[in-house]
């Protein structure tokens, strides 16, 4: 290729040449010029054969080019336009002055313009044709040529009395302005593909255009005729020029690309010997593998194709990774490959796969080859497989540390585990626990059936058992029917710790009371359970086993089959709260809930709805508080079935006051659990409870907890969003001002109330900062367009203040309390007449 400093140069001479036939093609306007000065066909005829030979041997330069993919963007087009120059002005210069003269030079310059101009088609709609086109323009020209020469007296009339005709003046005119556009198009694809062939073509067709148009203003043999022919010739010469240096390039990276080509091979000559030295140790019993520089596999020995199965034609070519296990992860690769581009070798142990898929171990070292300069040219792996000395380690682990029975962890490894466990329960303020657990009556199976029988059940035992921890848990068999469960990271308080252990001591016993299929018959089984928290290092190993130890023999004295904490006192309060969880299951099935219902009323005094309200009457404890079992329900998931319950009997009750003039216009309050809410199908679950009971939607009111919109903010607007436009119901934040996020989320969020908090209003005639901040929340939320509803309003002084403040709604025991459906209608009869009596 050109350089740039080359083509400035060459571009700045021909624009030299240009100018000069300019000024020689002016002189003829000077007074007294003379038309001709040099009448000489010989140098004419020279300087055309000169330019038909220039231009045949760029085409066929540009040809040759276009085979290598190098050349201009059009080296086809430009070839066709060239040949079909080069065979009519070849023609032209053999010529004597006259009509074929002229005819010919015409016809040079407009076959040869409409040519160049064809640089402006799509390559893509003539691709196919494109390698046809010089042998079509050739082909063309010879016909020109040859009509020219057969029928002189049926050409066009070119000149007369020395002057040329119109139609001579068209053609090359015309000729002209195909050349400039072709050199503009040339010019465009210079500035897109960046190549100097196009901007050189470029130029050689502007010179050809303003040669071809300065023909109207020439005569045969004056100053302007010579003008134009000097500049022709330049336009070729810049062609010659171009192909040239292009051709000079192409030599240039030949000879570099032979000079490469001779020091590989050289260099290859030399690895060559290198490896034919090493052969000399290659066959040995440890497999080798060499690699080139890509991790290519070059060479294997034969206990390669022992250890892995693969034979040497399977693997040459391929990469290693052909072997891998999959039990190494990107890290160990990684620093793999650090190793050896820092120190030149690597030695580990590898789990690779065989051919037959087996995986298997083997100890490795893996060096890189480098040459002189320092370039890794191979890597060498030598290795060797260790299946039989790690199977003889990990028996020799396993009987140092396992259960040969049950493959469990034996008090050895159990103790390890423990002193690990007690360090981290110190270092992360976490309490953890042991779970010691017997099985009654194994000593009867034992006897019974035998031992192999016993052997069955422990070995079912340690799987139940393995199956209900987490893996980071440890499940031990200290000796004979004796296990002991270690958990981990159990909780940060000791009361929630407590209660979750509990409920995995409570699985494990239901799981190990399951029948056994044992011998071809059923064995039922129990275990006595003890359990002992600890917390940090406090205490040694070997007395949290001993305290578990003895919460166990506890639980088997009492009766067997149960679960014992150490601690008297927190066993107490496990008890008591597994008891009531099992009796809010029970409360469900058996139908135990009730709805009660505290009345609402306006800033007028009026009945404007109510809220539902649960209540638990429990067979032998009476009623139960909502304080007691709500969060017991939320932790055990129970609040989603009770949640439905709610809901489902909330619109019952609607539908009821529906058709009763006195309650019809009551909006109803349900109170909505964050877990609840946070179903994926919440919204369609109530759309669904809507129509089965036919209620008017904007009369039921879902009261949410600030819990609920802490998190996804935007996918709980979405869903508040759908309830309030789609379903149509109303929406209340409850227990508002208690949280530190109510301000921030009020403005978002589709709301229509918020319910002031009941500890605000108790000491409300007492302390000025509650008063004033129901007064902030009131003017808050008439700026939001929200209602307000307070909630605890226990007697009439609290209620005046609240009327002289601006609040809209009220609700408390100053009203009524929360009483059933009759209650609450009879209470609505009150109200009702008193407000007649008023009246």
Known sequence: MA????????????????????????????????????????????????????????????????????????????????????????????????????????????????????????T?????????????????????????FLQPEHLPLMIVAENF???????????????????????????????????????????????????????????????????????????????????????????????????QVEERKRIEEQLRIAATTFETHEGIMITDAYANIIRVNNAFETITGYRAEEVLGKNPRMLSSGRHDKAFFASMWKGLRNDGVWSGEVWDRNKAGGVYPKDVTITAVKDETGKTTQYVSIFSDISERKKAEEEIFNLAFYDALTQLPNRRLLRDRLNTALAASQREKKFGALIFLDLDNFKTLNDTMGHDAGDALLIEVARRLSSVVREIDTVARLGGDEFVVLIVNAHSNEEEAAQHIAHLAEKIRTVLTM????????????????????????????????????????????????????DPVMQQAVACRIALESDLRQALVEQQFQLHY?????????????????????????????????PIAEETALILEIGKWVLETACQQLEKWSHDPLTQ?????????????????????????????????????????????????DSV?????????????????????????????????????????????????????????????????????????????????????????????????YFSKPVPAEQFYALMKKFVGEAGQLN
């Open 3 to 122: 350089s740039r400093i080359e083509l400035l140069k060459f571009g700045r001479m021909m624009i030299a040449v240009l100018l000069m036939g300019f000024m020689i093609q002016a002189l003829v306007f000077l007074p007294g010029a003379q038309s001709n000065v040099l009448e000489n066909l010989a140098l004419h005829g020279a300087i055309e054969m000169a330019g038909s030979i220039v231009s045949a041997m760029v085409a066929y330069l540009l040809l040759r080019l276009n085979a290598i993919k190098e050349g201009s963007s059009y080296n086809y087009r430009i070839a066709a336009a060239l040949l079909a120059i080069s065979f009519l002005d070849g023609l032209h210069a053999i010529q004597p002055p006259g009509n074929a003269f002229v005819w010919l030079h015409s016809a040079a310059t407009g076959l040869g313009g409409l040519l160049f101009a064809m640089v402006w088609l799509p």
């Open 124 to 148: 893509g709609s003539i691709a196919r044709v494109l390698k046809y086109w010089p042998a079509i323009a050739a082909l063309s020209a010879g016909m020109f040529g040859a009509y020219s």
């Open 165 to 263: 005709t119109p139609s001579a003046v068209t053609l090359n005119v015309g000729g002209g302005i195909l050349f400039g556009l072709a050199a503009i198009k040339l010019f465009l694809s210079y500035k897109t593909s960046g190549k100097t062939e196009d901007l050189l073509f470029f130029f050689q067709c502007l010179m050809l255009a303003f040669a071809a148009i300065m023909f109207k203003e020439s005569r045969i043999w004056d100053l302007t005729w010579w003008g134009w022919h000097l500049q022709r010739l330049a336009g070729y010469a810049v062609a010659l020029w171009l192909v040239v240096k292009v051709a000079n390039g192409i030599e240039e990276k030949t000879l570099v690309a032979n000079r490469l080509l001779s020091f």
């Open 515 to 566: 029948p056994y299929p044992i011998m071809g018959g059923t064995h039922f089984s129990s275990p006595s359970i003890g359990v002992c928290l600890f917390h940090g290092t406090n205490e040694p190993v070997e007395e949290l086993i001993k305290r578990a130890d003895m919460a166990m023999y506890q639980a088997k004295s009492s009766g067997r089959n149960r679960v014992q904490f150490f």
């Open 598 to 630: 505290q009345v609402q009323m306006d800033k007028e005094v009026r009945p404007v709805g109510a809220e539902a309200l649960i209540r638990w009457v429990h067979p032998a404890r009476g009623m139960v508080s909502p304080a007691e079992f709500i």
């Open 665 to 713: 216009h009551l909006v109803l309050a349900v109170n909505i659990s964050a877990q609840q809410f946070k179903q994926e199908h919440f919204v369609e679950t109530v759309a669904g409870i809507i129509g089965r009971f036919s209620i008017v939607p904007s009369q039921l009111k879902l009261e949410l907890t600030e819990g609920v919109v802490l998190g996804d903010v």
């Open 717 to 813: 607007i979405e869903k508040m969003l759908a309830i309030r436009h789609v379903l149509g119901l109303t929406l209340s934040l409850d227990d508002f001002g208690t949280g530190y996020s109510s301000l921030s989320y009020l403005k978002r969020l589709p709301l229509d109330q918020i319910k002031i908090d009941q500890s605000f209003i108790r000491d409300l005639t007492t302390d000025p900062n509650d008063a004033m901040m129901i007064k902030t929340i009131i003017d808050m939320a008439e700026n939001f367009g929200l209602n307000v509803i307070a909630e605890g309003v226990e007697n009439e002084h609290q209620l005046q203040h609240l009327q002289e403040i601006g609040c809209m709604a009220y609700q408390g025991y």
